[in-house]
Protein backbone atom coordinates (compact mmCIF):
# COMPACT_ATOMS: atom_id res chain seq x y z
CA UNK A 1 0.00 0.00 0.00
CA UNK A 2 2.57 2.55 1.04
CA UNK A 3 4.14 1.89 -2.10
CA UNK A 4 1.31 2.43 -4.29
CA UNK A 5 0.69 5.84 -2.44
CA UNK A 6 4.25 6.84 -3.67
CA UNK A 7 3.97 5.97 -6.84
CA UNK A 8 0.72 7.82 -7.60
CA UNK A 9 2.28 11.02 -5.80
CA UNK A 10 4.43 10.94 -8.90
CA UNK A 11 1.37 10.41 -11.09
CA UNK A 12 -0.55 13.18 -9.53
CA UNK A 13 2.69 15.73 -10.01
CA UNK A 14 3.18 14.56 -13.80
CA UNK A 15 -1.07 15.29 -14.32
CA UNK A 16 -0.63 18.92 -11.94
CA UNK A 17 -3.67 17.19 -10.18
CA UNK A 18 -4.03 18.48 -6.78
CA UNK A 19 -3.08 15.77 -3.69
CA UNK A 20 -3.07 15.88 -0.24
CA UNK A 21 -1.10 13.30 1.95
CA UNK A 22 -2.10 12.82 5.36
CA UNK A 23 0.42 10.51 8.23
CA UNK A 24 -0.56 9.70 11.38
CA UNK A 25 2.66 10.63 13.35
CA UNK A 26 1.62 9.43 16.55
CA UNK A 27 -0.97 7.78 18.50
CA UNK A 28 -2.22 7.49 22.12
CA UNK A 29 -4.10 4.70 23.61
CA UNK A 30 -6.36 2.29 21.53
CA UNK A 31 -6.70 3.49 17.94
CA UNK A 32 -7.87 2.09 14.52
CA UNK A 33 -4.87 3.98 12.79
CA UNK A 34 -1.06 3.48 13.80
CA UNK A 35 2.09 5.46 12.98
CA UNK A 36 2.91 5.65 10.20
CA UNK A 37 -0.45 4.97 8.09
CA UNK A 38 -1.02 7.01 5.05
CA UNK A 39 -3.71 8.16 2.79
CA UNK A 40 -2.85 10.26 -0.35
CA UNK A 41 -6.66 12.16 -1.35
CA UNK A 42 -6.45 13.30 -4.99
CA UNK A 43 -8.09 16.67 -6.56
CA UNK A 44 -10.92 14.05 -7.59
CA UNK A 45 -11.96 13.24 -3.84
CA UNK A 46 -10.53 9.58 -4.43
CA UNK A 47 -7.66 8.26 -2.13
CA UNK A 48 -5.73 5.55 -1.79
CA UNK A 49 -4.33 4.06 1.45
CA UNK A 50 -6.02 4.54 4.65
CA UNK A 51 -5.74 6.07 8.22
CA UNK A 52 -7.66 4.40 9.86
CA UNK A 53 -11.16 3.80 7.95
CA UNK A 54 -14.54 5.51 9.03
CA UNK A 55 -15.47 8.91 10.51
CA UNK A 56 -11.96 9.28 10.74
CA UNK A 57 -11.01 9.04 7.54
CA UNK A 58 -13.58 11.53 6.23
CA UNK A 59 -12.86 14.33 8.78
CA UNK A 60 -9.04 13.67 7.27
CA UNK A 61 -10.90 14.28 3.72
CA UNK A 62 -12.39 17.25 4.37
CA UNK A 63 -8.68 18.96 6.04
CA UNK A 64 -7.24 17.28 3.12
CA UNK A 65 -9.01 19.34 0.54
CA UNK A 66 -8.21 22.74 2.58
CA UNK A 67 -4.99 21.73 2.64
CA UNK A 68 -4.93 20.95 -1.41
CA UNK A 69 -6.73 24.79 -2.11
CA UNK A 70 -4.02 26.34 0.26
CA UNK A 71 -1.14 24.55 -0.35
CA UNK A 72 -0.29 24.61 3.42
CA UNK A 73 0.21 21.98 5.52
CA UNK A 74 -1.58 21.51 8.71
CA UNK A 75 -1.49 19.52 11.88
CA UNK A 76 -4.95 18.13 13.07
CA UNK A 77 -5.52 15.89 16.44
CA UNK A 78 -8.18 13.56 16.84
CA UNK A 79 -10.23 12.44 20.20
CA UNK A 80 -11.77 9.04 18.77
CA UNK A 81 -14.47 9.19 21.51
CA UNK A 82 -18.08 8.29 21.28
CA UNK A 83 -18.53 11.78 22.72
CA UNK A 84 -16.68 13.60 20.04
CA UNK A 85 -18.39 11.21 16.96
CA UNK A 86 -21.98 10.09 18.65
CA UNK A 87 -23.16 8.58 15.46
CA UNK A 88 -20.32 6.66 14.72
CA UNK A 89 -20.14 3.78 17.81
CA UNK A 90 -16.62 4.71 18.68
CA UNK A 91 -15.42 3.36 21.65
CA UNK A 92 -12.17 3.07 21.15
CA UNK A 93 -11.18 6.07 23.17
CA UNK A 94 -7.54 6.75 21.57
CA UNK A 95 -6.32 9.79 20.11
CA UNK A 96 -4.17 10.59 17.27
CA UNK A 97 -2.33 13.39 15.46
CA UNK A 98 -2.27 13.46 11.77
CA UNK A 99 -0.29 15.70 9.63
CA UNK A 100 -1.50 16.40 5.87
CA UNK A 101 0.74 18.41 3.68
CA UNK A 102 0.07 19.41 -0.28
CA UNK A 103 2.04 17.10 -2.29
CA UNK A 104 1.32 18.42 -6.07
CA UNK A 105 3.48 21.85 -7.16
CA UNK A 106 1.65 24.29 -8.81
CA UNK A 107 1.97 25.00 -12.69
CA UNK A 108 3.39 28.64 -14.12
CA UNK A 109 2.43 29.10 -17.61
CA UNK A 110 3.81 31.72 -18.88
CA UNK A 111 2.43 32.98 -22.50
CA UNK A 112 5.68 34.76 -24.03
CA UNK A 113 9.12 34.72 -23.78
CA UNK A 114 10.54 38.05 -23.79
CA UNK A 115 12.19 39.90 -21.12
CA UNK A 116 9.35 40.25 -18.47
CA UNK A 117 7.98 36.51 -19.79
CA UNK A 118 11.67 34.94 -19.33
CA UNK A 119 12.54 36.77 -15.46
CA UNK A 120 9.22 35.35 -14.61
CA UNK A 121 10.01 31.61 -15.68
CA UNK A 122 13.47 31.83 -13.85
CA UNK A 123 12.12 33.14 -10.44
CA UNK A 124 9.09 31.02 -10.47
CA UNK A 125 11.79 28.48 -11.00
CA UNK A 126 13.73 29.23 -8.15
CA UNK A 127 10.53 29.91 -5.67
CA UNK A 128 9.30 25.86 -6.53
CA UNK A 129 6.69 25.79 -9.28
CA UNK A 130 6.72 23.98 -12.51
CA UNK A 131 7.37 26.44 -15.01
CA UNK A 132 5.82 26.44 -18.87
CA UNK A 133 7.14 29.00 -21.44
CA UNK A 134 5.09 29.62 -24.61
CA UNK A 135 6.03 31.82 -27.53
CA UNK A 136 5.36 31.36 -31.49
CA UNK A 137 8.90 32.70 -31.85
CA UNK A 138 11.26 29.71 -31.65
CA UNK A 139 14.24 32.02 -31.10
CA UNK A 140 12.82 33.94 -28.59
CA UNK A 141 12.44 30.76 -26.26
CA UNK A 142 16.18 29.58 -27.46
CA UNK A 143 17.73 33.30 -26.66
CA UNK A 144 15.68 33.07 -23.00
CA UNK A 145 18.46 31.57 -20.85
CA UNK A 146 16.01 28.84 -19.67
CA UNK A 147 17.03 25.98 -17.30
CA UNK A 148 16.31 22.37 -18.52
CA UNK A 149 13.76 21.95 -16.10
CA UNK A 150 11.72 24.89 -17.47
CA UNK A 151 9.01 23.27 -20.36
CA UNK A 152 9.20 25.32 -23.48
CA UNK A 153 6.52 25.16 -25.61
CA UNK A 154 6.90 27.08 -29.22
CA UNK A 155 4.55 27.28 -31.82
CA UNK A 156 0.89 29.38 -32.45
CA UNK A 157 -1.17 30.41 -29.38
CA UNK A 158 -4.08 29.41 -30.88
CA UNK A 159 -2.40 25.79 -31.03
CA UNK A 160 -0.63 25.85 -27.31
CA UNK A 161 -2.62 28.33 -25.24
CA UNK A 162 -5.61 24.57 -24.91
CA UNK A 163 -2.50 22.42 -23.36
CA UNK A 164 -2.20 25.49 -20.60
CA UNK A 165 -5.23 23.98 -18.92
CA UNK A 166 -6.76 20.95 -17.27
CA UNK A 167 -4.79 20.75 -13.68
CA UNK A 168 -6.02 22.30 -10.89
CA UNK A 169 -2.96 24.28 -10.01
CA UNK A 170 -2.48 26.09 -13.00
CA UNK A 171 -1.66 30.03 -13.17
CA UNK A 172 -1.36 31.50 -15.96
CA UNK A 173 0.84 34.84 -16.28
CA UNK A 174 -0.13 36.73 -20.16
CA UNK A 175 3.04 38.73 -20.75
CA UNK A 176 3.64 38.48 -24.76
CA UNK A 177 5.16 40.97 -27.08
CA UNK A 178 1.99 43.39 -27.73
CA UNK A 179 -2.26 43.50 -26.48
CA UNK A 180 -2.87 41.62 -29.73
CA UNK A 181 -1.09 38.55 -28.64
CA UNK A 182 -2.22 39.10 -25.07
CA UNK A 183 -6.17 39.14 -26.83
CA UNK A 184 -5.30 36.23 -29.19
CA UNK A 185 -3.98 33.66 -25.72
CA UNK A 186 -7.30 34.89 -23.47
CA UNK A 187 -9.42 34.17 -26.81
CA UNK A 188 -7.86 30.39 -26.69
CA UNK A 189 -8.10 30.30 -22.51
CA UNK A 190 -11.32 31.44 -22.15
CA UNK A 191 -12.99 28.59 -25.10
CA UNK A 192 -10.42 25.92 -23.76
CA UNK A 193 -11.94 26.48 -20.24
CA UNK A 194 -15.52 26.81 -21.78
CA UNK A 195 -15.50 23.06 -23.48
CA UNK A 196 -16.71 20.82 -22.28
CA UNK A 197 -14.61 18.63 -19.46
CA UNK A 198 -12.56 22.16 -19.57
CA UNK A 199 -11.64 24.23 -16.61
CA UNK A 200 -10.59 27.84 -15.35
CA UNK A 201 -6.96 28.03 -14.55
CA UNK A 202 -6.38 28.72 -10.70
CA UNK A 203 -4.92 32.03 -11.73
CA UNK A 204 -5.09 34.21 -15.00
CA UNK A 205 -3.08 37.55 -14.53
CA UNK A 206 -2.27 39.76 -17.80
CA UNK A 207 0.20 42.19 -17.91
CA UNK A 208 -1.04 45.80 -18.75
CA UNK A 209 -2.73 48.92 -17.65
CA UNK A 210 -6.38 48.86 -16.35
CA UNK A 211 -7.70 50.72 -19.21
CA UNK A 212 -5.93 48.20 -21.96
CA UNK A 213 -7.58 45.75 -18.98
CA UNK A 214 -11.17 47.49 -19.50
CA UNK A 215 -10.65 47.53 -23.73
CA UNK A 216 -9.66 44.26 -24.08
CA UNK A 217 -12.06 42.62 -22.00
CA UNK A 218 -15.14 44.78 -23.11
CA UNK A 219 -14.25 43.48 -26.83
CA UNK A 220 -14.09 39.68 -25.02
CA UNK A 221 -17.81 40.24 -23.66
CA UNK A 222 -18.73 41.57 -26.68
CA UNK A 223 -17.77 38.43 -28.37
CA UNK A 224 -20.12 36.15 -26.38
CA UNK A 225 -17.17 35.63 -23.22
CA UNK A 226 -19.26 35.65 -20.35
CA UNK A 227 -18.42 38.36 -17.83
CA UNK A 228 -18.16 35.65 -15.01
CA UNK A 229 -15.04 34.49 -16.63
CA UNK A 230 -13.35 38.26 -17.91
CA UNK A 231 -13.72 38.62 -14.03
CA UNK A 232 -10.58 36.66 -13.46
CA UNK A 233 -8.46 38.41 -15.73
CA UNK A 234 -6.00 40.12 -13.37
CA UNK A 235 -4.55 42.99 -15.04
CA UNK A 236 -2.09 44.63 -14.07
CA UNK A 237 -0.70 41.83 -12.96
CA UNK A 238 1.80 41.32 -10.16
CA UNK A 239 1.52 43.10 -6.22
CA UNK A 240 1.82 46.90 -6.69
CA UNK A 241 5.52 46.89 -5.26
CA UNK A 242 5.87 49.48 -7.79
CA UNK A 243 7.88 47.71 -10.59
CA UNK A 244 10.27 49.03 -13.09
CA UNK A 245 12.27 46.70 -14.96
CA UNK A 246 11.57 43.57 -15.80
CA UNK A 247 13.06 41.55 -13.46
CA UNK A 248 11.52 43.73 -10.65
CA UNK A 249 7.73 43.18 -12.75
CA UNK A 250 8.90 39.24 -12.09
CA UNK A 251 9.48 39.46 -8.78
CA UNK A 252 5.80 41.01 -8.44
CA UNK A 253 4.43 38.53 -10.26
CA UNK A 254 5.95 35.13 -8.51
CA UNK A 255 5.35 36.84 -5.37
CA UNK A 256 1.27 37.57 -6.30
CA UNK A 257 1.36 33.58 -7.19
CA UNK A 258 2.74 33.07 -4.10
CA UNK A 259 0.05 34.81 -2.69
CA UNK A 260 -2.48 32.60 -4.43
CA UNK A 261 -0.93 29.77 -3.84
CA UNK A 262 -0.93 30.35 0.34
CA UNK A 263 -4.81 31.76 0.57
CA UNK A 264 -4.11 34.98 0.34
CA UNK A 265 -6.30 35.99 -2.21
CA UNK A 266 -7.04 34.90 -5.77
CA UNK A 267 -6.99 38.27 -7.45
CA UNK A 268 -9.38 39.42 -10.22
CA UNK A 269 -11.83 42.21 -10.34
CA UNK A 270 -14.84 41.09 -8.36
CA UNK A 271 -11.76 40.60 -5.27
CA UNK A 272 -10.49 43.84 -6.73
CA UNK A 273 -13.92 45.75 -6.03
CA UNK A 274 -14.28 44.26 -2.79
CA UNK A 275 -10.59 45.22 -1.66
CA UNK A 276 -11.11 49.04 -3.21
CA UNK A 277 -14.97 49.33 -1.54
CA UNK A 278 -12.85 48.89 1.98
CA UNK A 279 -9.53 50.80 1.57
CA UNK A 280 -11.83 54.07 -0.21
CA UNK A 281 -10.24 57.02 1.56
CA UNK A 282 -8.05 54.92 3.18
CA UNK A 283 -5.14 56.28 0.37
CA UNK A 284 -4.45 57.10 -3.07
CA UNK A 285 -4.84 54.35 -5.91
CA UNK A 286 -2.47 51.39 -5.79
CA UNK A 287 0.69 51.69 -8.18
CA UNK A 288 0.83 49.44 -11.37
CA UNK A 289 3.52 47.65 -13.41
CA UNK A 290 4.44 49.54 -16.41
CA UNK A 291 2.40 48.44 -19.31
CA UNK A 292 5.46 47.18 -21.67
CA UNK A 293 8.94 46.51 -20.02
CA UNK A 294 11.86 48.11 -21.77
Known sequence: MSA???????????????????????????????????????????????????????????HAKT????????TVEFSLTEEDYPDSGLICGGKLTVFIEPVTLASVHVFGAGHVGAATARLAREAGFRVRVYDDRPDMLERAGLDEATECVPGDFEQ?????????????????????????????????????????????????SRAKRTQLLERLERDGIPKDWTDRVVSPVGLPIGARTAPEIAVSIV????????????GGEAERRERAAAAAGAAGPPRSAPDRAP
Open 4 to 62: DIWEEIVACRRRGEAAALATIVSTQGSTPGKNPMKMLVRGDGTFVGSVGGGCLEAEVWE
Open 160 to 208: TATSALGGDLDLVVVVTRGHHDDERVLRCLAAASRAPGGKPPRFLGMIG
Open 255 to 266: AQLIAVCRGEGM
Open 67 to 74: VMNTLRPM
